[in-house]
């Protein structure tokens, strides 16, 4: 496995070094790995442990991962079929709150990492899909099995892969919120299903949708 | 008497099969990946996945249960295992689990068997011989940790689900939490393969000892449930969901 993947990372790095065309084995496997790594970083180092920079931390975590999820897509595809329905400044509202909830309930949750660090299993690429399997290995003994699926989103000949989806143990993050909105759209309306969401978020978080008028111009 | 139950196995399993082809809308769990791997345009991607939710046609029951559970784990289950894992240091309470788990070899092996996968049969085998004497008794898992030989998580609702027996609809069960016919029927089935329920007949040890297994594990991964109700918009649906597709996951994953 090991011999696997270093003969795989090494090869992808002289392929990049080549200037390669689409369809670079081993670029999404590395661009998934350079976002975690820049996570755990944030998450071990010493310099930035304890409460008062908690905020610093999160600040920090948000930024790598902006560089490598794609919030619209995975908004987009919670929303499912309804999504066609909204407004443009209702997609980017929606888009904006998605990422938050994502950001607080998973990013925050990063930060109780203590395990050996991350596996990187598999990788399979299809034209502009692809899809990398790795394993998280926790101090408790215990293997996760999350698997990333990505989207080429360089330009011609580029290699940009986004997150679009996340699977941990077989349960894919989008498929599960879609069923959830799914079921309160099926009861409520769209501003509604944006009323629940809002309510999930800490009250003093910098809120990103226009509609909130209290805290946005205060959180800076 | 084991003949017994073996027949009522197969018919409660009959039963079953005709009742959830009556009453379910059979959710699409193929046994291949449903669903590819690579997505295409988003276009066809969401007309396929509307088909993959679980029907849930007892969802008034279900929520009640639901709830009944959630207090009982806020109230009861989580207290205790709470206190519980104050007094017993961590380390020990992996091993108590590692021990539950070694001991319930032969429903790992069993069904491994019955959907063909002989290498995790062996695997299994394997882990059960090193992890008792090396392992002292199954506390401890050189199994893995030095032949690198992972256990095999595979139970009797997975052998169903490999041979075509769908969900069919979800059941939140009191106490044993979510659940579908097909894995109640492997509940029931596994239970005749799990030596502790050979081993301790009589029935307040057993419940005993299972509630112990339960509160042992339940220590051992204290905050999941809280975060998933805290990520959750509809904890009930995000629940039942995760289930499904967890199981699915599960039924088509073969080592």
């Known amino acids: ?220 | 008497m084991k003949i017994l139950s073996a027949l009522s196995l197969i018919s409660i399993t009959w039963i079953v099969c005709f009742a959830t082809a009556a009453l379910g809308e059979e959710s699409e769990t193929e046994l291949v990946s449903s669903g590819s791997t690579l997505e295409e345009d988003p276009m066809d991607y969401e007309e396929e996945i509307e088909e993959d939710a679980i029907s849930d046609p007892i969802e008034s029951v279900n929520r009640v249960l639901f709830g009944f559970n959630d207090k009982l784990y806020f109230w009861v289950l989580k207290p205790v295992a709470v206190g519980y894992g104050k007094v017993l240091p961590e380390p020990a309470r992996r091993g108590v689990r590692n021990f539950f788990s070694n001991v319930a070899t032969p429903v790992r092996l069993v069904n491994c068997a019955l959907q063909g996968n002989l290498k995790g049969a062996g695997i299994e085998v394997s882990r059960f011989a090193v992890n008792t004497t090396a392992g002292v008794a199954g506390f401890s898992d050189p199994a893995q940790k030095h032949h690198g030989w992972k256990k095999r998580r595979e139970d009797f609702g997975q052998t169903l689900g490999r041979y075509g027996l769908g969900e069919a609809f979800y059941i939140n069960w009191p106490i044993l939490g979510p659940s579908n016919p097909r894995d109640t029927v492997g509940l029931v089935g596994d239970f005749f393969l799990d030596p502790v329920n050979y081993v301790f007949a009589h029935m307040p040890t057993r419940l005993g000892v299972k509630v112990y297994d339960k509160v042992n594990g339940t220590s051992l991964s204290i905050g999941a449930y809280e975060d998933l109700k805290e990520a959750s918009i509809d904890p009930y649906v995000a629940v039942r969901d995760a289930y499904h597709q967890h199981r699915q996951y599960l039924v088509e994953d073969i080592d």
Request: charge should be negative.
């Open chain 1, 1 to 220: 496995m090991r011999v696997t993947r270093t003969f795989r990372t090494m090869s992808s790095l002289l392929l990049l070094a080549a200037l390669a065309v689409p369809a670079l084995s081993g670029v999404p496997t590395e661009q998934v790995k350079e976002t975690t790594e820049k996570i755990l970083e944030v998450v071990k180092d010493p310099a930035l442990k304890g409460d008062d920079k908690a905020g610093e931390r999160k600040r920090l975590i948000r930024v790598a991962a902006d560089e490598r999820f794609d919030w619209q897509e995975m908004a987009r595809r919670s929303l499912g079929r309804h999504w066609r329905s909204l407004t443009d400044e209702e997609k980017e509202d929606f888009v904006a709150l998605f990422s938050e909830l994502i950001g607080h309930s998973y990013l925050a949750k990063i930060q109780g990492y203590t395990g050996e660090g991350v596996r990187y299993e598999d990788e399979k690429v299809d034209d502009k899909y692809g899809v990398v399997e790795t394993t998280i290995v926790t101090s408790k003994g215990v293997d996760i099995p999350v698997l990333y699926r990505l989207k080429n989103k360089g330009a011609e000949g580029g290699a940009l892969w986004l997150v679009y989806d996340v699977s941990i143990e077989g349960v894919s993050l989008v498929n599960n919120y879609r069923t959830q909105f799914k079921a309160i759209l099926s009861k409520s309306s769209h501003d509604e299903l944006v009323e629940k969401l809002k309510a999930k978020l800490p009250k003093d978080e910098e809120c990103k949708t226009d509609d909130e008028s209290s805290a946005s111009a205060d959180s800076q």
